[in-house]
């Protein structure tokens, strides 16, 4: 996977691409032969678990994409993308304590998110939305 420098995008791996999209953060899909900060190419997509009509699973979306998109031409598999600007995710506590909120790029937030798992139980209730409980032993 090459390296490339964009402003506001980060160029990451399916496995990544994966995890944040069913974290609920939103995942550019593009050609890779496409620059994805080039508004004259319009093939990419943004997609994210909480978006209506879309498929079921991540690698159904990807395979659906790669069909209709993936040409010689614009590149022969698909790259993923993430944005770089800072994002924001909520935490509410079962218990009713005060919410808990940061702020950070997509990648911040997914450690952040793998940091509060170690000891609540995370339920999505929608993008950038979540809800905890505390994990019983």
């Known amino acids: 996977m090459n390296?490339?420098?964009?402003?506001?995008?980060?160029?990451?791996?399916?496995?990544?691409?994966?995890?944040?999209?069913?974290?609920?953060?939103?995942?550019?899909?593009?050609?890779?032969?496409?620059?994805?900060?080039?508004?004259?190419?319009?093939?990419?997509?943004?997609?994210?678990?909480?978006?209506?009509g879309q498929p079921e699973t991540f690698e159904k979306l990807e395979n659906d994409f790669s069909y209709y998109n993936n040409r010689p031409d614009t590149g022969k598999y698909t790259a993923f993308y993430i944005s770089t600007e800072k994002?924001?995710?909520?935490?509410?506590?079962?218990?009713?304590?005060?919410?808990?909120?940061f702020r950070g790029s997509v990648m911040e937030c997914m450690n952040e998110l793998k940091k509060w798992g170690k000891r609540w139980n995370i339920e999505t209730l929608e993008q950038c939305f979540y809800r905890l409980e505390e994990k019983t032993t």
């Not at 390296?3 to 994966?18: C, D, G």
């Not at 999209?21 to 080039?38: A, R, S």
Request: aromatic letters at 18%.
């Open 3 to 52: 390296k490339y420098n964009f402003s506001k995008l980060e160029r990451v791996n399916k496995t990544t691409a994966k995890k944040v999209y069913e974290n609920g953060f939103d995942v550019l899909f593009i050609p890779c032969k496409l620059n994805p900060e080039n508004d004259f190419y319009s093939l990419g997509i943004w997609e994210n678990a909480f978006l209506q």
């Open 87 to 101: 994002s924001m995710i909520h935490f509410e506590f079962v218990n009713g304590s005060n919410p808990y909120v």
